[in-house]
């Protein structure tokens, strides 16, 4: 017996059950603020990329007698760890925080 989720009854003798299996590239882009290159890379490694547990037939569309038998998501590549700018205060007030792209990436970690 196959394995579907397609639900049959005797209004469905005679017709054919296909399958299709489709491959979709994901791309995720995250930000994180850490003193370097280093701690980012740890902090994505450790708290970024996807939530597999969200990986399910809610992403896919089932209408019209279309069923989802299966959905998974794999790690392919990534690119590397990219220096963005650096958060600064306005000297001339200091509620006004930005991150200033022109600013040189200087490594803060002071162990």
Known sequence: MMNTNIIITKNDVGKNLYRKTT???LMVTQDVLAKDKDEADNLFLDNGGIN???ITNQITDQKNG???L?????????SDTDYIGKVLEDP?????????DLEPEINN???
Not at 92 to 100: A, G, M, T
Request: aromatic fraction near 16%; charged fraction near 45%.
């Open 23 to 25: 491959y979709y590239r």
């Open 52 to 54: 597999h547990s969200e």
């Open 66 to 68: 279309v069923e989802t």
């Open 70 to 78: 299966f959905v998974d998501a794999d790690y392919q590549d990534s």
């Open 92 to 100: 001339s007030d200091e509620d006004d925080i930005y991150i200033d």
């Open 109 to 111: 970690n002071k162990e």
